[in-house]
């Protein structure tokens, strides 16, 4: 098993940054991918940016260019370093972690919200 728990976000004006990270616990030697999703209000989960262990990295388009994640293997820790905040940017965020390795499973946090004001 294993507990992914976020910290950060938060309320930001327009053009502002944020950071949101996340910290997993347990049998973090099972993981390869882990990232961030995100669902703002009345929309499905999509997926914004995620790394896999070997630190390949996925960006949703829009996010492209303002996003950055980052990952600490050593630490059990994934970032996500917003800049050049826009309002549809606003969502909660999801911290998420795959398990390929032992039991072909996912993880996801609780969720840290994010709002981003014009």
């Known amino acids: 098993q294993v507990q992914l728990v976020e910290s950060g976000g938060g309320l930001v004006q327009a053009g502002g940054s944020l950071r949101v990270s996340c910290i997993a616990s347990?049998?973090?030697?099972?993981?390869?991918?882990m990232g961030w999703y995100r669902q703002a209000p009345g929309k499905e989960r999509e997926l914004a940016a995620g790394i896999t262990d070997g630190g390949s990295t996925y960006y949703k388009d829009s996010v492209k260019g303002r996003f950055t994640i980052s990952r600490d293997n050593a630490k059990n820790t994934v970032a996500l370093q917003m800049n050049s905040l826009k309002p549809e940017d606003t969502a909660v965020y999801y911290c998420y972690a795959l398990d390929q390795y032992c039991h072909d499973k996912e993880y996801w946090g609780k969720g840290t919200l994010v709002t981003v004001s014009s």
């Open positions: 347990g049998d973090t030697h099972c993981l390869t991918s």
